[in-house]
């Protein structure tokens, strides 16, 4: 008997293991609605649409969705159907757009879109009513991508734009007054805006690994030298007064920027521009940025 040509195999055992998987996705759905689950888990199903997870839609007790390392491209509408979801994660996947629908989830906390392939966000994302905790890390989002709403979300505590395209953070920052965790780690951020100081409420900041060389003295309104405060600004391009106070400690550098010396230094570079952005960082090298990353 003629054996099958190599790909031929490989391929029937492909075809074989996806349907296990999508059965396996399909028994996981028919048991929580059995048993009137409120939390389902399918990571690393293989799941390419949401049109692989049958009767989803009609699941309006779930309160948690853990869609995680999937191929996962696109959010339909339907998604809104889900009125008592809490927590959607939908960390790395290939996804390119979401729906407007999505930001009227009513009872929505928690949202983890990272590691997906963002260009933008839809319009009116600002109109979830209790998001506390929003994930965008690494996508490919900047400053004129967002939504003119987005700022509106006064409910935030958490915001995380680790590893995306911002080159400087809007004024309306300082709307989130709720805000304790802002992360713009890895970005290629060359000033940051003087409203940064109205959240007092701040107690976790990442900005380290972009091209700042200079703090808004605004910035020493926050308390952020006590034990329970995590403050990262490494890998930047301090001008030397702050280089060196952070040389000695984070606290340090706090401090200094509340001096009337620094606030005379300040002014002086930034009305000569000394505000430089650095050299492009290569986005191509971008997890986001590759076709597959799962």
């Known amino acids: 008997m003629e054996k099958p040509a190599n790909n031929a195999y490989q391929t029937s055992c492909t075809d074989i293991f996806d349907f296990n998987k999508m059965s396996k996705v399909r028994k996981v759905l028919e048991d929580a609605k059995e048993h009137n689950v409120t939390e389902i888990d399918l990571v690393d199903k293989g799941i390419a649409s949401f049109e692989d997870m049958p009767g989803l839609w009609s699941m309006y007790n779930v309160t948690r969705l853990t869609l995680s390392h999937n191929k996962i491209k696109s959010v339909p509408p339907s998604i809104a159907n889900l009125v008592n979801l809490e927590v959607l994660t939908l960390f790395n996947n290939h996804i390119e757009e979401l729906p407007t629908s999505i930001s009227s989830l009513p009872k929505l906390k928690i949202l983890n ?26 996508n490919n989002l900047n400053e004129k991508t967002l939504p003119g709403n987005f700022f509106m979300l006064e409910t935030l505590r958490a915001l995380y734009f680790g590893d995306n395209d911002f080159e400087r953070i809007p004024a309306e920052i300082g709307n989130l007054k709720n805000l304790q965790i802002l992360c713009f780690r890895e970005n290629d951020l060359i000033s940051l805006p003087k409203e940064i100081g109205q959240l007092t409420r701040l107690r976790e900041l990442h900005i380290q690994g ?8 605004e910035m020493g309104n926050i308390d952020l030298i006590s034990q329970r405060c995590v403050v990262r600004m490494d890998n930047n391009e301090w001008l030397p007064p702050i280089a060196d106070q952070l040389a000695i400690g984070v606290s340090h550098v ?12 300040y002014d002086r570079n930034a009305q000569q521009g000394n505000l430089a952005p650095r050299k492009p960082k290569d986005k191509f090298k971008k997890i986001s940025c590759k076709r597959d990353h799962n």
Do not use: C, H
Request: aromatic share 14%; charged share 15%.
């Open 113 to 138: 879109l990272g590691m997906n392939r963002l260009n933008s966000l839809p319009r009116g994302f600002g109109a979830f009513p209790q998001l506390e905790v929003l994930d965008l890390t690494y």
């Open 210 to 217: 972009n091209g700042l060389s200079l703090l808004p003295p």
């Open 254 to 265: 706090i401090e200094f920027i509340r001096t009337d010396t620094y606030k005379f230094i």
